[in-house]
């Protein structure tokens, strides 16, 4: 048996094939040897007669073609078989009938055929790399995960992950106040896996519900730990969500646990979400109760329930009103998202019958600035006047010089 002294080394030929991310020892040794027995398949015909050794520590690989020696002038296969004179001058003391074992050079194989194993080593390697990743991040769909910006385009930014992974969040999954830079550390949940030109293309979102939802279980261990049960959560990202939890275990406050001390949790969440204005409420079946808490900071005078149609009215002081739709009607919508009810509400029957319609001040208020005012829920001259002019400022785009021009113009109605 010839000594095994040679070898093929993929120090210099294979180096940028050495390491590669998520693929194991075994897994890149099998890669390895299959490129070379397909060689070997195309070259010789066959591959039965070949050993492959890979030592993927030191980055070298061994060949051994493996011949029967017969009598000289009876070669029928020279892959297969080796003339006795040819085999004694590798070991003179072999007979014929047994085998012979030859180390195969990097040079035995010629340049076309170094280039043909360099091109699909890389091939099996990508396509395995884009099954891992596939796989990975199917498997990650629903949590939040952490990845710096590497580039920011008009409509989609790419964010590479702790293993340099490419993932992307388009404009649509961002938050309408995000604004990132190149090297900004971002969060977002994966919201799915897409196969494009036969490569994962990762997918982030910041404006599910899901992304809320995973950033309560990061920030308040009772949620984590499932003492606290996050029943159902609506959003309008970067301006407003209501959250309904519920917990099974008495001693448990939901939403102290969730908002925390002074606000301590939940300011965090507020922060991520670029000060989305966050409601957490306690769960109930109780649906009108379920409702008048939905609908909160407004308080409500009365309600009633149309069970078949899905419907509420609720009814309320006028100062309530606005609150109960707020600003750009997203308090009441939520309210309606979260509870399965479509929400009307009205102004309690005790009102002064005496109330003026905005409009009709058309004539001296111009009819941008009494949209404005109808949106949060103003829409006559006494629920405009029961709401201070800071809240009114807050609330709307108006100017104070504007609003208190307007509050001029209705108190001089009422006088």
């Known amino acids: 048996m010839a000594k095994k002294e040679e070898k093929i080394s993929l120090i210099s030929t294979f180096q940028e094939f050495k390491e590669f991310k998520n693929i194991d020892r075994e897994t890149m040794m ?58 004694a001058k590798i070991e003179p003391d072999f007979e014929i009938g047994e085998e012979v074992s030859e180390s195969l050079q990097m040079a035995d194989f010629g340049r076309r055929e170094i280039l043909s194993i360099r091109q699909n080593l890389a091939a099996k390697i990508l396509e395995l790399e884009k099954d891992n990743i596939y796989k990975k991040y199917s498997e990650k769909i629903g949590e939040i995960v952490t990845g710096e910006v590497y580039q920011v385009w008009k409509k989609e930014v790419l964010v590479l992950d702790d293993e340099y992974y490419e993932l992307i969040l388009p404009k649509s999954e961002q938050i309408p106040n995000d604004y990132y830079r190149k090297g900004d550390v971002i969060r977002a949940v994966v919201l799915k896996v897409d196969v494009r030109n036969n ?27 499932g003492l606290i049960t996050i029943k159902n959560i609506k959003r ?11 917990s099974y275990d008495d ?17 965090g969440i507020v922060r991520e979400l670029k000060n989305e204005n966050i409601d957490v409420i306690n769960y109930t079946t109780n ?21 078949e149609n899905k419907r509420a009215d609720v009814y309320m002081k006028p100062d309530q009103v606005s609150l109960a739709i707020g600003k750009g009607g997203y308090n009441i919508k939520l309210a309606g998202k979260l509870t399965g009810y479509e929400i009307d509400v009205y102004r309690d029957s005790d009102v002064d019958l005496e109330d003026v319609d905005l409009t009709e ?26 709401v201070p002019v800071e809240e009114l400022v807050t609330r709307t785009d108006l100017e104070e010089e504007t609003i208190n021009e307007v509050i001029r113009i209705l108190k001089v109605e009422f006088e």
């Open 287 to 307: 649906t009108s109760l379920y409702i008048q808490r939905s609908l909160s900071p407004a308080k409500l005078s009365s309600i009633e329930i149309d069970e």
């Open 236 to 246: 309008v990202p970067g301006e407003r969500a209501k959250i309904a939890v519920e």
């Open 30 to 87: 099998r890669i390895l040897e299959d490129v070379f027995r397909h060689m070997l398949i195309k070259l010789y015909g066959t591959d039965e007669n070949f050993d492959i050794i890979v030592n993927i520590d030191k980055g070298d690989l061994e060949i051994w073609r493996n011949r029967e020696i017969v009598p000289d002038g009876e070669v029928e296969d020279e892959n297969l078989q080796i003339p006795f004179t040819e085999a």
């Open 361 to 386: 001040f058309s004539d001296e208020i111009e009819k941008w600035i009494i949209d404005e005012l109808t949106q949060i829920g103003c829409d006559t001259a006494k629920s405009v006047l029961a």
């Open 251 to 267: 001693r448990i406050d939901p939403v102290g646990a969730c908002v925390g001390m002074k606000g301590s949790r939940i300011h």
């Open 199 to 225: 490569s994962p293309v990762i997918i982030l979102s910041r404006t599910t519900e899901v992304f809320l939802e995973r950033l309560f279980e990061q920030e308040v261990p009772e949620v984590f730990d």
